[in-house]
């Protein structure tokens, strides 16, 4: 008798350990389950603000394009007047130029950059 004690108490022990192995793996499913569904509301909010971010560079790269494709227009015909009476664009004109037009290579790349991303 006693051993049909020790063998139902076995028999117990082991139905007990395979049941908090199934509660762990449960437990452990919902945690992925919740982690995904997580990740993917942190990825809508994050593709959500990429875009509104896409929409207003692209604005402001437009307006920049257009102003620095204005000056440049400006310049080259203060370049030819200049030249035509003999005088040089003060230095300072001649470095904010430079400025301008790396900046202008610099947006221009980017942009492409962002339209490949799309």
């Not at 006693?2 to 049941?19: P, Y």
């Not at 909010?45 to 875009?51: G, S």
């Not at 980017?110 to 490949?116: D, F, M, P, Q, T």
């Amino acid at each position: 008798m006693r051993e049909d004690i020790l063998q139902a108490l076995s028999e117990l022990i082991k139905e007990k350990t395979e049941l908090k192995a199934e509660k762990v793996e449960l437990n452990a499913i919902d945690d992925l389950e919740k982690g995904i569904k997580k990740a993917i509301t942190f990825s809508t909010k994050a593709h959500d603000i990429m875009v509104k971010a896409s929409k207003s560079a692209d604005t402001q790269a437009d307006k920049f394009i257009k102003e620095a494709r204005d000056m440049q227009k400006l310049k080259s015909n203060l370049e030819k007047q200049a030249k035509e009476l003999g005088v040089e664009l003060p230095k300072n004109i001649k470095s904010l130029m430079n400025d301008l037009d790396a900046n202008f290579e610099s947006i221009i790349k980017l942009r492409k950059s962002i339209l490949n991303l799309k």
